[in-house]
């Protein structure tokens, strides 16, 4: 609980680092367990499972043409399902963390710096830790919160593409694909566990100036 305070701290204090805009986006995760156990092994019966994911942040342009950057709280789902004909089982889990990320626009240049229609490149670090996570097994719930291979810190990749629209009346809507990938980099136990994750999200940008 210390580090999810730690996260919200640092994120208030950059705040007065940040004046262009303020976003919100939510949309949906379809997330996908690559699990190994003790003998390096991938188990087949792990299927994909969606959970929803909302972050709010804030962009400032850098002095470097046609780039941003952008700093948020993101509180993630990666779920998933599986079984086999003798058992079924899921994960419910909910990352919070903080993020930092680049994007690229591909459309404004120096003569015309601003759009009414953008089209971004977006690549992103995620730094997370579990808040929730419960297994059922045969409709039976087990906690996650002390399993090493959720808990801790997981950090993330991502790379995607979104379209923007300026509204002059409050600032501008998004819509886009992200791809992440996601390790837990503190589990010391013999089981791996990552998340390859297909992102579909829509934003809210507000003008700050």
Known sequence: MIKNYLFIFFFLVAIPLFSQELYFKTGKNYTKYIYKDESHQVNPNIQSGTGNFYEVGLVKPLGINKFSYELGLSL?????IGGNSANSYRWDTQYLGVHGGLTYSLLTSKNKPKKDFDVLVRTGLNASTLIYGKQEINGIYYDLMNQK????????????????????SFGALSLGYNFCQSINVTNTSKENLSFNTNQLELGVYFNMN
């Open 76 to 80: 993630n789902d990666y779920n998933a």
């Open 149 to 168: 291979e959720f808990s801790g810190l997981v950090l993330g990749t991502a790379v995607g593409l979104t379209t923007k629209y300026a509204i002059s």
